[in-house]
Each structure stands twice: as C-alpha cells, then as structure tokens.
C-alpha cells in the first residue's frame, strides 16, 4: 500500500510548491479507502461530506498531480469543504489525519528514520550557525528549509539534555533557545533578520514543525499510535462563548454585520400584492399605447425598526458584556435610529460615544472611563434601572420601536422592578431579552429572568448562532406585531 | 485555443499571461472546473479579485464571457429568457383575419420571439463561453433552486420549446461575497475556492505585474502599508484593483518612498470611507513613523 502523500505544506508558502507534472493518473484502492476514511473523519467533526462530495474528489483526483502534496490537498479542499469555516476545519484534520496515517504506515512497515546520521549532523553543527540558518528561513517563509531545520534543531537540542516529554513543553523550549520571537531585538547586530522581529505566521508555522517533528520521533521511539484527540472548540477558532478573546468575537460580529446589511432585504417583494404604484404603472403604459399591461408595484423597502438597546455591564456578565458591546457596535452601523444604554447599578446613555467612536475598542475603553456608569457597590439594581430608563425614554417608545435588553437577569436579591419593566415593554412594540446564561441557569438562584420572560420574548444568547438566529427574529417582518 | 491548458501547470501559465497572478488553488481549481465541467463557487472578500478570475480564465481559455449581474428581486425573466411580448403582439395584429389559432400559437412561440438573457445565451452558444453569475448572494433561495437545473445538467427547461441542452461545456463561475448562507444544494454542485487577501509576496507580485516602472522599495512599502490598512476594522478595506491603482498613482507621482507625507496625500485612492479615512490617518500615519516636527521638515524643505 503507498502511503498517502505525507505532510503537505499550508498557508503563504504553498506558492512555492510548482504543478510541474501531468495528471499522475489513477488513484490506488489504498488511498481510495484513505480518502474514505479521511471523508468519515471529517463528518465525525461536522462538515457535511456528502456522497456526491467524495465521488466529485475521486473524478477530480485522476485528473491532477495527486502525488504533489498541494494538489491532492488542494482539490480535495475544494471537493470537499464548501465554506471557510469547514476549510478551516478541513486543515486541522488533514494535517492531523494524514500524519498519522503515515505514521501509522511506517509502524507497520517497520520503517526507521535515518536518526542516527541526523543526530551527528546536528552535533557538528555549530549553534550560532543553526540560529541564524532557522531565522533567516523563518524571515524567507522557506517551507522546505524550515522543515529540514527543524530536524536539526532537535537533534541539535535533543543531546543538551533530554526532552520533557510533554511536546508542547520542549518546543517552547526549543524556541526560546533559538531567540526566536516575533517582537524586534535591537540588541542583536545589524545584519541579524532577528533584529526585526520574525514573521508570527511563519514563527508559528515553524513551532507547528517542531512540534510534528517531535510527535514523529515519540510514536518512533514507542512504536504505538496515541489516539486520536477530537480537535477542541479552541482549534476550530470558531467562538461559540462569550468567553473567548476579543478577535475572535469581533471575527463573528464583521460577519454579522454584513448580514445585518443585508438581512430583511431578500423578504422584499414577498407581499409584492399589496400596492400597485399607479405613477408607475401608467407611465409604464404608455409603451402599450395606453393600455396597462405591465402593473408597477411599490417596493417593499426592508424593515429598519428604531431600536434602544441596554446593557448590562456589571462584573457578573464581565465575559459576555464584551461580546454585547461588540453585538451593539455592530448594530449601530446598521440600524439608524438606535438609542443605546448601559447599566450596572444605574443606567447612561452612550450613543454618543457609539456615534463618535468607529473602533470598537476605543468605545469599551470610553465606556470603560467616562461612561458615567454609576457604579457604587458593583451590583446590578435592576428595579432602579428600569425607574431611570422609563424616565429616559417613555416619551419617545411607540408601536415601531424595538427594545433589547441585554442582561443576565441577576439582581443580587434586589427588587425585579418587573412591573416597571412591563410598562416600557407595554409601549414598546417589540422587546426582547438576550440571556448571557445557558437556559439550564435560569431562575436559578438570584435569576429572575421568569419575571421579565412574560413581558418580552427571552433568547440565550451564548453562541454566536443563538445570536444569528436573534438577529433574523429582529429583521423579519413576519415578528411584527406592532 | 490559444493555449492547450492540458495540466494546471498550463493554466497558471496561461492566466499569468493575462495579467492574473493565481495562486496554487485558484490555478487547480480552475483547472478541474475545465476538465470536469463542474462550476466553482468563488467566495471572498470584496475585492480580491473574483470577478477578473473569470474575465481572465475567458480571456486565456479564449472564450467569451457571459455575465449574470446578480441583484435583490432578479427573476427567471431577466436571468433566462422571456418572450419578446411586443413582437408577438405585432405578429398577432399583423395577422391576416381567418388565420387559425393553432398556427399563430405555433409561430408566435417560436425562437424567433424569445429574447435569450445571460444563462441561455450560455447555453445556447455554439462557440464554449465562460460564464460568470456574480455576487449569486444577492438573489433570493428560489432563484438559487432555479440555477440548480442549469449546474447540473447544463440545461436549461422552457415549457413552450422543450428543454434546451448545452451544445458546449461552458465554464461557470458563482462568486458570492458570503453576505448570506448559500443552500447546501447549491454549493453540493460546485467545487469549492476560497480566495482571501493576497499574502504579501503574492500582492507584491501582482503590483510589479500591472506597475513593472515602479521602485522596488517603494512596492515593497506599498504592499506592507496596504496589509497594515486591512488588517484595521475598515468599513471597505482597500482590494487589490486599488493597490495597483495606488501603485500607479505613485509611479506618476515619482515617489520614491512612501511616507507620512505621501500617504497623507494619495491614501483616499485606497480608502474611500468618510469614517475609514480618519481611523487610517490616526493609526497608519502614525505606524509611518514620522514624528511630528520632521513632518514639518520635511514640508518646509
């Protein structure tokens, strides 16, 4: 059985692989029944391979240089993963599936690597040598160098003292021996490409070398295969909680926000029956001499509602409050007319600084500073809260307007205010609450989340696809009840 | 033909010999779309050139391009075919009196009295044609269902003539700018290419390609200020259509370094956003490294 073409490069460097050859024709049963298995693993992880899927990567297989490591990932990425977040899944488990199917191939053939000639390489190579040769490759992006120093390295590293054990360990190891980091040095001399500071992509790309590298050698020097480990949310940089970093959110919010643009838009023309546009049709008739052939309808503009959203800022929701301010960023570039507010103990009013502010890390600092979020105790008074909002705002609500509150609920054993709540709720038309808090928690302890759920729709709202399916509720015109 | 385009190797070669700079997928994918016959869904962000892939891939493969504009409320009639109604209503009043109604059925529908839109002008070519259904995003899921007919089989069903097959195997391009999920139906019958922004060696490539006089510093500069602009949280970040644009700008200009000055001067070719403008001169300007005082300097001297 040949092994499956090993250790394909990825990312920036990949131009530097060429397609020289011809299609290599055929595609052999035991990388059929790979590609199978590679197909299955990839449905264990949630892209949705479908049988058409994997006929289409075995018609286009024949047909390309499948022995060149690019070309057999690249058409199978293209046969296989349909949408950026699947291609981003699709890398991991590539590189995780054929890895150790090669390695798992060499077990059985019991093939050796060439060790012992590498490891006196790296003896008689001089180290200030080797530093410089790994970081001017690391400069250049050279996949195929950085691959062949990696080896060195270890081997080189490997005879000052044995590794840790733990992979992840001995790479950093490794890196930090080497004076490789991505900030500037100025210490280190003119001519040094450390000096700089080093590309992070490639860096990293560098410490995923290492780390292949190292993972090869233990399944070598143990001769067993250990099991596979399911990528974690981490890996598939899908944020799916508020409590992931701030890029991450904000990756999902940009897509949001494109969304928001376009969102209601496709309901237009739905009730294309409700209002002939007489202008229109008649100028339209005289073509036809008069008579109206072709009726003109008015368009069916996208439902644009007034919103005020508030916000809970206090220290119980510090995670997700980022994740709402970001959400409510995103809002304020697409609807108009958005008061917005937020509130720990009492409530401010900041579309101001949403109004000045386009980054959104400038509006969280001056949220952060000058809000004016009347903060004493630290505790979120929800009755006070809705007192000083109805003050704020019961003049201008009305059947169009939107309410959205975005909160936890937890009033640290303080007053509901929920017949307050109810009177803003009243004379909105529409108001929702977005829950930070997985469902199983509500009403739990100090949640009285019940006591608003019978004035407003409530949604959690802790994956960035509950807060998708908020955002349709919001634009389409069929939830209007007002 | 121009071009045999029998291995991918020939396609990279071909499209860069239109002034395209692909990258290893954008060549195979191409490649296989050809050989395969299977559309490809081109997805990225505004601007990394989706649309110029089938503008070039029509321009090497020589065939003509036909393009589907793709936008809110498109329809079948304005996609496929409709039938020239006033012809016929001439036809009809032009008609002799006793003329049967069966005859006049028979001719009025004919291919005579059908104006063919994009799709079947695709299909109905006798020379092969690229065929370019740009930002399919846009329309709604039924016209969507519509198009999977056509990507399949590569026919197309008018009830008054019958079916409509392809006589040639015309090379199809979908590009959406992902503002809405595609139906898994769709993408289940195309291959699939993710375009992104360029890496830097690769935009610098592509500057040197359309602007071959300018320094190569200045290139280099100009590459690494454009991925320092779209890495900030732009309203419209700068594609590369304005890279080169910008390029060219400079290259008229004779600069021969880009600076805080110059960037000040000609940065509105690649940001185009009230708002965006102030973020990159508070941000980029600063990256630029000019320290205030020399920036008077330099103006002065």
Aim: glycine fraction near 8%.
């Amino acid at each position: 059985m040949p092994p499956p073409p090993a250790e394909p490069p990825r990312g920036a460097s990949r131009r530097a692989a060429l397609f020289g050859g011809t299609a290599t024709g055929e595609v052999p049963e035991g990388l059929v029944a790979h590609v199978l298995e590679f197909g299955e693993e990839l449905r264990g992880e949630g892209v949705a391979v479908g049988t058409s899927e994997l006929l289409d990567a075995f018609q286009a297989l024949p047909e390309v240089p499948w022995s060149e490591p690019v070309a057999f990932r690249e058409t199978l990425a293209a046969t296989l993963a349909k949408s950026p977040e699947d291609r981003v899944i699709f890398d991991l488990v590539f590189d995780r599936f054929f890895f150790r199917a090669t390695e798992l191939a060499a077990l059985r053939e019991g093939i050796r690597e060439d060790g012992g000639g590498m490891d006196e390489a790296g003896a008689e190579l001089n180290l200030e040598t080797l530093r410089q040769q790994i970081a001017q490759a690391i400069a250049d992006g050279d996949e195929g160098r950085l691959r062949d120093l990696a080896r060195l390295a270890i081997a080189a590293f490997g005879q000052q003292g044995e590794g840790s054990g733990v992979i992840g360990v001995d790479v950093q190891r490794i890196r930090r021996q080497l004076g490789l980091r991505s900030e500037a040095q100025p210490d280190l001399p003119q001519e040094d490409p450390r000096r700089e500071g080093l590309p992070r992509e490639n860096l990293r790309r560098f410490e995923q070398l290492l780390r292949q590298e190292l993972e090869r050698r233990q399944i070598e020097r143990t001769e067993t295969l250990p099991p596979a480990r399911p990528l974690n949310e981490l890996d598939r940089a899908l944020p799916t909680g508020p409590l992931q970093d701030l890029a991450s959110v904000h990756k999902v919010v940009t897509q949001l926000k494109r969304r928001l643009k376009t969102q209601g838009q496709e309901h237009r023309g739905v009730r294309r029956h409700a209002h002939v546009d007489v202008r229109r049709t008649m100028r339209a008739s005289l073509e036809t001499g008069g008579v109206p052939v072709v009726l003109k309808f008015r368009p069916v503009r996208p439902r644009r509602p007034e919103l005020f959203v508030v916000c809970d800022v206090s220290t119980s929701v510090t995670s997700a409050s980022v994740f709402f301010l970001s959400v409510m960023h995103a809002l304020h570039d697409s609807f108009r007319k958005m008061r917005s507010f937020v509130f720990i103990e009492r409530v401010s009013e900041v579309t101001d600084v949403f109004h000045k502010e386009r980054d959104f890390k400038a509006v969280s600092e001056a949220i952060g500073r000058d809000a004016g979020v009347a903060d004493i105790s630290g505790y979120t008074d929800y009755g006070r809260v809705w007192r000083e909002l109805r003050e704020q705002i019961e003049d201008e609500l009305h059947p169009r307007a939107t309410v959205i509150v975005l909160g936890d609920a937890r009033t640290n054993g303080r007053d509901p205010g929920a017949e307050t709540f109810a009177r803003i709720a009243e004379k909105a038309g529409r108001t929702y609450w977005l829950n930070p808090e997985p469902r199983l928690y509500w009403n739990y302890g100090d949640s009285v989340i019940k006591a608003y759920e019978q004035y407003c729709e409530a949604f959690e709202c802790w994956t960035t696809s509950q807060l998708e399916d908020f955002v349709k509720a919001l634009t389409s015109p069929d939830a209007h009840r007002g | 033909m121009p071009a045999t385009h029998a291995t991918a190797a020939d396609v990279a070669q071909g499209l860069r010999d239109v002034g395209y700079l692909p990258d290893d997928a954008t060549t195979l994918v191409s490649f296989l779309a050809a050989k395969l016959g299977k559309p490809i869904l081109v997805e990225g962000p505004a601007g990394v050139g989706k649309t110029q892939l089938a503008k070039s891939l029509a321009e090497t493969f020589g065939r003509e391009l036909v393009r589907l504009q793709c936008y809110e409320g498109l329809d079948e009639a304005k996609a496929l075919y409709e039938w020239n109604y006033r012809k016929q209503l001439l036809r009809i009043q032009s008609e002799a009196d006793g003329t049967g109604w069966s005859e006049v059925q028979d001719d009025i529908f004919g291919e005579e009295f059908l104006l063919a839109r994009p799709l079947l002008t695709a299909i109905a070519s006798k020379e092969p044609v690229v065929l370019l259904i740009d930002e399919i995003d846009k329309t709604d899921q039924e016209f969507e269902a519509m198009l999977l007919e056509l990507l399949s089989d590569f026919q197309i069903t008018i009830p008054e003539l019958g079916r409509i097959e392809a006589t040639t195997m015309p090379i199809v391009l979908l590009t959406s700018n992902n503002t809405r999920e595609l139906t898994e139906a769709l993408k289940r019958r195309c291959l699939y290419l993710w375009i992104d922004y360029p890496s830097l060696e690769h935009e610098l490539d592509i500057v040197r390609l359309h602007a071959p006089d300018l320094d190569e510093h200045v290139a280099r500069r100009l590459v690494e200020v454009v991925a320092m602009v779209r890495d900030l949280d732009l309203k419209k970040p700068p594609s590369i259509a304005e890279s080169i644009d910008w390029a060219r700008a400079l290259l008229l200009l004779g600069a021969t370094d880009i600076d805080a000055k110059t960037f000040r001067e000609t940065m509105s070719i690649i940001v185009k956003h009230r708002t965006d403008l102030d973020v990159v001169t508070e941000r980029v300007g600063v990256k630029l490294g000019l320290p205030e005082d020399s920036l008077g300097a330099a103006s002065a001297g």
